[in-house]
């Protein structure tokens, strides 16, 4: 769906030399952009596109990008400093790169539930850059959902209960000696005697930094509880908000091709990994941007 004429972007695309062109991946959440090459230095119009897109859309797409480890690195850095993940077991010499591989015979992969990334740390990351570098002929898409879309779309009393309300985060799901993930899956997780489980607490609606808008911020993955109140009394309402926040309208589904990468907004939308690749190997290679404390 091409972008209407008088979106932002569209003014944002004028701006840029080269032949730039843009398309939405759904109603809701993604745009792709067509006609940069993310491994040559940026004109200072592109990584305002880019930002545009990023912060009005959730996730920007591109394709047929050729990035080395340091290419990607670089692009990466142009939006924030780096992000140190606490869990995932570092590869390829640099400890900020995150190698995520699923192998035949595989029965997990990582973010195999709708989640936002590393949502249990205090200041959990702006965002991710995932490139594609070995991607099997079907299978492996990744599911966006727009988490404004999400807050947007409750009832107004639904939003005067949520307001002021947070929500306990931890890790307890996804590392660790007792979850047993490094047995059914490639890509690995701290679950040494040392690992310690991280908490943080974070509003249920958090309010964008420069977007200002508000979105639902609770998910599968990371949340266990609402503040002052057991797992029990809170279930019912966080299984209500799980399934809202994924409703089919809200989401988009990219299909992967070698070179694709997606760079997606982690303050604003949930992504979920598609566990159906089976007897194909799957390689992709994310950095990941710091972020602030929710609020």
Known sequence: MPIQQDDALSR????????????????????????????????????????????????????????????????????????????????GGDPHVIEVVRMP??????????????????????????????????????AFSSQYAAYDALSDGMKRLLEGLRAVHSDCLTAGPRVGLNADRSTK???DSGWQETR??????????????????????????????????SKPLLDFLYAHAARPEFTCRFRWRAGSVAFWDNRCCQHLAINDTWNFPRRMRRFQIAGETPV
Not at 61 to 72: A, C, G, I, M, V
Not at 201 to 223: C, E, F, G, I, Q
Request: aromatic share 8%; hydrophobic share 40%; glycine share 6%.
């Open 200 to 233: 943080s607490l974070h509003p249920v609606v958090r309010t964008h930094p420069v977007t200002r808008r508000k979105a639902l911020y609770v998910n599968r993955m990371t949340t266990i509880a609402l503040e002052d109140m057991a797992e029990a009394e």
């Open 12 to 91: 944002a695309v004028s701006e840029c030399p080269g032949d730039i062109t843009i398309e939405r991946a759904s109603g809701a959440i993604g745009v792709e952009i067509q006609g940069i090459d993310l491994s040559r230095p940026l004109h200072a119009a592109h990584l305002e596109l880019i930002r545009t897109a990023l912060f009005e859309h959730c996730v920007v797409f591109f394709r047929d990008q050729t990035l080395t480890l340091e290419q990607h690195k670089e692009f990466t850095a142009l939006f924030g400093s780096l992000y140190l993940h606490p869990n995932f077991v570092a590869s």
């Open 189 to 191: 997780v701290r679950d």
């Open 105 to 142: 015979g595989d029965k997990k992969v990582v973010g195999e539930d709708w989640h936002s990334d590393t949502a249990f740390a205090a200041q959990p990351p702006m965002g991710s850059v995932l490139y594609a570098v070995d991607i099997p002929p079907y299978g492996g898409d990744t």
